[in-house]
T-cell receptor, first 115, second 115 residues
Framework: AQSVTQPDIHITVSEGASLELRCNYS??????LFWYVQSPGQGLQLLLK??????LVQGIKGFEAEFKRSQSSFNLRKPSVHWSDAAEYFC?????????????FGQGTILTVHP | GAVVSQHPSRVICKSGTSVKIECRSL??????MFWYRQFPKKSLMLMAT?????????EQGVEKDKFLINHASLTLSTLTVTSAHPEDSSFYIC???????????FGEGSRLTVL
């Protein structure tokens, strides 16, 4: 069975500082990996995804993530955080194929940004 | 971009009543929609996969008689929580797979409170 672990429940950074959110997954084959962001009381917005190819993936809002198969990781990074980035971030893994929409989500990481 | 709309965004009901939540893909067709449930301060858990014109496929542990799913058209899936109880209170989120691109889009979510 596939699983996703986000080790950090809550991270606080200062505006302008760099950010890295950790994500580790467990999956038997090549995973489809996603990062989503959720503002309070809202749905999910896709930041980026990895299916294959270049292991460094660029997303929206200046985010990027790197797929490292050897470490089973897909960490999310941003070089300079803005106050509007405060939200909850979810890493997810999917099987692809006909099960592409059946995602397993991590527990989420809440990001707080100090001015 | 593609939009998925859920209605209602918030609903409060009495215990024992049934509540219907709609998930619509506004500007694209979706053969498959997915229903997730998010408990407070928890991650999202896949409940079921909804396929247009056929019966939904439920995840293990999800009561199909409790959570009725109907996907009558390529743009609409509904989730009906029957005989709701306080423990059914949750945030329900749907996602829709774009018929042509396969990309997933999430709705804004529907918060159900059962008194």
């Amino acid at each position: 069975a596939q699983s996703v672990t986000q080790p950090d429940i809550h991270i606080t950074v200062s505006e302008g500082a760099s950010l890295e959110l950790r994500c580790n997954y467990s999956y038997g084959a090549t995973p489809y990996l996603f990062w989503y962001v959720q503002s309070p009381g809202q749905g999910l917005q896709l930041l980026l995804k990895y299916f294959s190819g270049d292991t460094l993936v660029q997303g929206i809002k200046g985010f990027e993530a790197e797929f490292k198969r050897s470490q089973s990781s897909f960490n999310l990074r941003k070089p300079s955080v803005h106050w509007s980035d405060a939200a909850e971030y979810f890493c997810a893994v999917g099987a692809g194929g006909t099960s592409y929409g059946k995602l397993t989500f991590g527990q989420g990481t809440i990001l707080t940004v100090h001015p | 971009g593609a939009v998925v709309s859920q209605h209602p965004s918030r609903v409060i009901c009495k215990s024992g009543t049934s509540v219907k939540i709609e998930c619509r893909s506004l500007d694209f067709q979706a053969t498959t929609m997915f229903w997730y449930r998010q408990f407070p301060k928890k991650s999202l858990m896949l409940m079921a996969t909804s396929n247009e014109g056929s019966k939904a496929t439920y995840e293990q542990g999800v009561e199909k008689d409790k959570f009725l799913i109907n996907h009558a058209s390529l743009t609409l899936s509904t989730l009906t929580v029957t005989s709701a109880h306080p423990e059914d209170s949750s945030f329900y989120i749907c996602s829709a797979g774009h018929l042509n691109t396969g990309e997933l889009f999430f709705g804004e979510g529907s918060r159900l409170t059962v008194l």
